[in-house]
Nanobody, 124 residues
């Protein structure tokens, strides 16, 4: 299993930007489809974005399309989530996930490696 460590969370005002990073170790990063999920208090963990290792295809939840961008740097074994035009409803703990799948899945049970999460708080 690959090990994942997220960073880059913090407190930002509405309309601001953050870039999350997820560094992977212990596996061949380029073979893993990577995803970001988030969980707000009282809510289930939800899919935010993913990027396939096989095709490079990306997927986003509708609420972040046009505002968030996922990318990966296989040389650095790192996946990024650039978040722009942040809204208070984006406030959550953001988790990085990985799995040896060729497509981007949007459910938590498809991913077997998880990071510890990083808090993102957007103030109004």
């Amino acid at each position: 299993q690959v090990q994942l460590v997220e960073s880059g969370g913090g407190l930002v005002q509405t309309g601001g930007s953050l870039r999350l990073s997820c560094a992977a170790s212990g596996g061949t990063f380029s073979w893993y489809t990577m995803a970001w999920f988030r969980q707000a208090p009282g809510n289930e963990r939800e899919f935010v974005s993913g990027i396939s290792w096989h095709s490079g295809n990306t997927d986003y939840v509708d609420s972040v399309k046009g505002r968030f961008t996922i990318s990966r740097d296989n040389a650095k074994s790192t996946v990024y989530l650039q978040m722009n035009s942040l809204k208070p409803e984006d406030t959550a703990v953001y988790y990085c996930a990985a799995d040896r799948t060729t497509v981007v899945h949007t459910t938590t049970n498809q991913y077997h490696s998880w990071g510890q999460g990083t808090q993102v708080t957007v103030s109004s």
